[in-house]
């Protein structure tokens, strides 16, 4: 596949699962280009998934349980031990990507353009292992920090298709 096809899927699977998300509000956390007033009035209509979780706060502390179990529990050693000795950059840079896709604001893409989670992750090798590693992962710090049964269930089945999409090795 070439780079731009490359890009361009990952585009496609990034506006899937933001999509499903954050409704009206994906054009935000997508490219940046959203018309101020049509966009307030469709989120006083129906809020976003980062309004729902209580705003950057919120997001981070999800974040930051996230990479505590991560760094804690023996079941996720395999997913640990792809990250670096030091996790504060994967925490910031996560915290940043979550809160623009989830409907907030677009931390990541200021400051480092298009995601393309796909071709970042390119890297490290993931398989369907790593993928429940990192779904159950954030599944229990979900869980941990509180998010209701009903955000957590529409975020994880959002999540999962930008997971199932970054494995890169059939295993
Ligand atoms: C499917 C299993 C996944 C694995 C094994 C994985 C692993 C990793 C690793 C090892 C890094 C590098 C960390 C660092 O350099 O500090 C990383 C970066 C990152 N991951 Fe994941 N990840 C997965 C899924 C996801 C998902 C589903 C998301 C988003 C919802 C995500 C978002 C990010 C972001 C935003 C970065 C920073 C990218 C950059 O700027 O370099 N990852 N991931």
Redesign the pocket.
Known sequence: MSDVSRQNADTAAEQQ?NDKVTGSATDSATDGATDGATGATEQAAQPTAYELIGGEARVRELVDRFYDLMDLEPQFAG?RA???PS?D??RD??F???CG?LGGPNH?IER?GH?R?RA??L??E?GIS??D???RC?AMAMHDVGLSEDLQMRLLQA?FQ???W??NVAR
């Open positions: 699962a997913l792809l990250h670096p996790m950059g994967s840079k996560l940043w990507f979550l896709w990541f480092f995601p989670l970042r992750h890297p490290f993931i790593e993928r590693q990192w779904m954030m999540l930008t997971a199932d970054m494995r």
